[in-house]
């Protein structure tokens, strides 16, 4: 039988990509990484928005908890079949658990808000309100 892997380039723009080089070393030596929970967060005005990545989960499949200060993200896959007797070409499709912690520092925790909607988990992390404190006059005795 043939071997079906993905196809890959070996042409390359730049002569030497040392960090490119890098992760291949590490790719052959401590074998192929488990995917992370890729995860972009950006600023407005008012406060972060946290967009994580998770296709494939369902919702029931993925819990956000807000302990000691900080946000932690899980979601956990599940071999949808256990049929012992099945035997894969290649098998690329992970399953297991992801987790990602974030610090909560200058976000008011009690009004997160998440959705999470074609595979994008969305948290709104609003910011704290910085209590501007107005001049006075200090009476001197």
């Known amino acids: 039988m043939f071997e ?3 196809f890959r380039s070996n042409y390359y723009v730049s002569a ?8 291949e070393f590490e790719r052959r030596f401590f074998g192929q990484r488990t995917p992370a929970m890729k995860t972009d967060i950006r600023e407005t005005e008012n406060a972060y928005i946290l967009e994580s990545d998770l296709p494939g989960f369902s919702r029931e499949d993925i819990h956000a908890e807000i302990n ?6 899980r979601a956990e896959h599940k071999s949808e079949n256990e049929d012992k007797n099945e035997s894969y070409l290649r098998r690329e499709r992970s ?13 008011d925790a009690e009004a997160i808000t ?3 909607k074609n595979g994008v988990l969305t948290l709104e992390l609003p910011k704290m309100q910085q209590k501007v404190e107005e001049a006075r006059k200090v009476e001197i005795q």
């Open 4 to 6: 079906l892997t993905p």
């Open 16 to 23: 030497y990509d040392p960090f490119k080089e890098m992760e």
């Open 68 to 73: 000691n200060g900080y946000l932690t993200i």
């Open 95 to 107: 399953y297991g658990s992801f987790s990602r912690t974030f610090d909560l520092d200058g976000i």
């Open 114 to 116: 998440a959705s999470f």
